[in-house]
């Protein structure tokens, strides 16, 4: 069963903390995430070696703050991590911050 966590606020080690306590409890191949839920997902697969999948709903300028897109970036580069966007011109836009290749979604 897939359980929902709620994470909105301020990150903190006790959410992270307790998102990857969570995850461990059914150990997932693969993380798709949206808007904050990346932080907390690039944590535990890091962590765990899991793969995440991210949609990207907004320019990515205004999804994430200027510490999240470095390190959703190099998660990127790393291939930790596929980027999906639900826009031609969020995809335009993503290319520029993270400079990789992306999946796109319509």
Request: glycine share 2%; aromatic share 12%.
């Amino acid at each position: 069963a897939i359980q929902f966590c709620n994470l909105s606020g301020r990150v903190t080690p006790k959410k992270l903390f307790t998102f990857a306590k969570e995850l461990g409890k059914f150990a997932p191949d693969i993380i798709h995430t949206h808007i904050d839920g990346a932080i907390y997902a690039c944590f535990y697969a890091r962590t765990h070696r899991v793969k995440m999948v991210h949609t990207l709903h907004t320019a990515p300028n205004a999804e994430f703050k200027p510490w999240v897109r470095k390190l959703m970036a190099l998660f990127y580069r790393c291939n930790k991590a596929v980027l999906v966007t639900v826009s031609a011109e969020n995809r335009k836009l993503a290319k520029l911050i993270f400079w990789i290749l992306l999946l796109t979604k319509i």
